[in-house]
Every structure is written in C-alpha cells, then in structure tokens.
C-alpha cells in the first residue's frame, strides 16, 4: 500500500490516501507542537509521497495550523482534499463562539476560509455534539453551505451513533447534503466504537477516518506503568504527556496493550507506531486513521506502517488482548442460548453489516 493507492470516502467519489495528514500537532501556541519550519517538512514529505487528505480545525493551535498550512498549500491546492471542523469555541468570554448553531457554524467558515487562503472547504467536519442545537438547524445549516459553495462535502466526529443516524436520516429525507465521513477516536486502547459507532458508519455509508490510532502516544511505547496517571485538567497541557492523561489513556491496561504492541514490533521487525497503525487499517470498515507527528522522524515512522502487513496469528494477538467487553443488546443477543431462540437449529446466513462479526470477544 502507498499514499497514491487511493481510497473512496464514504458515500461520496472522492478519493483520499489511506493515511490522512493530521495538523493538531501544527504550531506550538499550546507548547508541544511542531514550529513552522518542521510543520512544512512533515507537510512537504506527505504530500511528495502523493498524501492528498489534510485534516485540521478552525481551532488548532489557536488558529495556527490552518495559517501554516495556508502558506504551505499555494499552487498544490487542486491536489489537496482539505477537511476543517467547527464547533469548538474560539473565544472563552463569548457563548456564541463554540456550539453547532449556523452563527458559530457560518462564522467559523469565514475563519477557516480566511486562515487557510481558500475559497472552499473540500470536507467540513462537525467537531462534537454539543447538545444543545436541534438537528435540523444542523442539517440544514450545513446544507446551505454546500449549496453556497464554500463547502463541497460533510462529516460528522465524536457523536453519539444514534443521532448520526437521526441526522443521516434527515438528510436523506429532505434532500439535504448528506455526511461522507465520520471521524471518531479509534484505536488498540480504545474500541468501544466498534458497538454502535462502526456499524452505523457502514449502513449509512459514511467513511471511518480514526483519530488518534497511537492512543495518544501510548501505543508507541514510550511510556511505562511509572507514568500512570489520570488528569482532570480542563485546559489543553503544555506537554504531550499531560495531554494523554487527560484523555484517560495513560492507565494500566492501555500499558499492557502496548506491551504486546512492543512484542509484534520486535517480531516483524517494524515498530510499535507501524503497528499500531497496521492493525486500525486491517479493519474494513477504516478508509484513512489520521496521523499526527511532531517531527519528521515520526512522520517517517508512521507512514512506514504502509508497507506493514500484519499475520492473522499477531492480529489474532492484538484483538484478544485489547477487546472490549460486550455491552447490550449484543451481550444478550449473541448468547448462544438466545441465538438458539432467536434461529431455533437451523443454519441462516446473517444479513447485515461486515462489522457485526468484526473483532469478536469470546462468548460474543
């Protein structure tokens, strides 16, 4: 696999690298990212590859990552599919400046349009949901700016699977713009998307694009059961390991299945971040993980997870170790006692999505 082995987002024709190129680590205003200057090098070596898929935020780096990439794009803009998001707040002091509402919807827009020095956002992402707007504000807001011009595609992170349904479904009835893709965290330490978020992307034709494949950084083994810790901290860390801690990542389990990462590594000769890496793109349902390096060395590393191909017996490895307990309805109705209720003894092929049988726990 190579960055020029293109892939279709979604629903949509559009065609993306199985590596996405993501800029939360562009800028160093929050005290752990890349300056301009090694941000460029990162950006120069994944575009040279033939990387096409660019992700960012109107809010990185406090607007830095879209400025730097803004100088960094110039005359390769036709070859860039460029992905921004909305929703989080830019101004503390004022209420109107986060939320899903059209006016922090429109008015980031602007921003982003202003920050990268483009006349259109090729994907518009929904950040979160912020549970308070109504989904048809939402829907038709986006639609509009499809309709304007200034965005061509949507997709949706870090939302409950059944209002991405409810809000799919609205699109689809009212001919609205639908999403394409849906960007959700995704990882060895963290595979409770596979539930509901996964399944849902697949039957609503929506591209998975995972954030964060290295679990923040955990996965790449730089940290031991020494550095356990869990933050409440509500504002960003000035240090990457600061920032893990308060995702909930930096725990013992999270330690144990780096471990095992470790060990595949040293087996295939590669490292932990390429496996890492290899083992979120064997799933089916995954179109591009997002990869985040801070400097060039890592960005080597990470696309190098490209010519990895991982056997069924370490795959096998990885998925027992890092599966996640079942949850209802699925813990009750894969029992082999209610299967037997549900088909009685005969033998009826499955319809439905792939990622029904993907990854199974035991006793699922």
């Excluded at 003894?345 to 999505?353: V, Y």
Aim: some cysteine; proline content about 5%; charged content about 20%.
């Amino acid at each position: 696999m190579t960055l020029d082995h293109y892939r279709l987002l979604g629903r949509s024709g559009l065609r993306i690298s199985p590596l996405s190129l993501g800029t939360m680590t562009f800028g160093s205003e929050w005290g752990w990212g890349a300056d301009g200057d090694e941000a460029r090098r990162i950006f120069d070596l994944y575009v040279d590859r033939g990387g096409n898929f660019v992700d960012t935020s109107v809010n990185y780096t406090n607007g830095g990552a879209e400025r730097l990439l803004g100088t960094f794009i110039g005359d390769k803009r036709e070859r860039i599919v460029l992905a921004t998001k909305f929703t989080m707040a830019r101004d503390p002091a004022n209420p109107n400046s986060g939320g899903n509402h059209r006016l922090n919807m429109v008015r980031s827009v602007e921003q982003s349009l202003k920050q990268l020095a483009t006349d259109r956002i090729d994907l518009l992402y929904l950040h979160a949901w912020d549970m308070t707007t109504r989904p048809d504000e939402v829907m038709r807001g986006l639609d509009d700016l499809v309709r304007s011009g200034k965005v061509l595609y949507l997709g949706i992170c870090n939302t409950p699977g059944w209002r991405v349904a409810q809000m799919q479904t609205l699109a689809d009835i009212r001919g609205w713009s639908p999403f394409v893709a849906l960007q959700i965290e995704y990882s060895l330490v963290e595979r409770t998307v596979e539930h509901e978020l996964m399944p849902a992307a697949e039957a609503l034709g929506l591209g998975v694009l995972p954030w964060s494949p290295l679990g923040g950084g955990v996965l790449t083994g730089k940290y031991s059961l020494a550095d356990v810790e869990d933050s409440r901290e509500a504002a960003v860390s000035a240090s990457r390991k600061g920032v893990i801690a308060s995702s909930g990542h930096l725990n013992e389990r999270a330690i144990e299945i780096a471990d095992e990462v470790r060990a595949v590594a040293e087996e295939a000769n590669s490292t932990p971040s390429q496996v890492a890496l290899a083992w979120t793109l064997a799933n089916p349902t995954v179109v591009s993980p997002i990869i985040g390096a801070r400097t060039l060395a890592q960005a080597e590393d990470n696309l190098g997870a490209l010519d990895l191909l991982l056997t069924p017996e370490q795959l096998d490895r990885l998925n027992r170790i890092s599966a996640p307990s079942p949850v209802f309805p699925a813990r009750f109705t894969h029992r082999p006692l209610v299967q037997q209720l549900i088909f009685g003894n005969a033998a009826i092929e499955r319809r439905g999505c792939p990622s029904d049988n993907v990854r199974p726990v035991d006793g699922a």
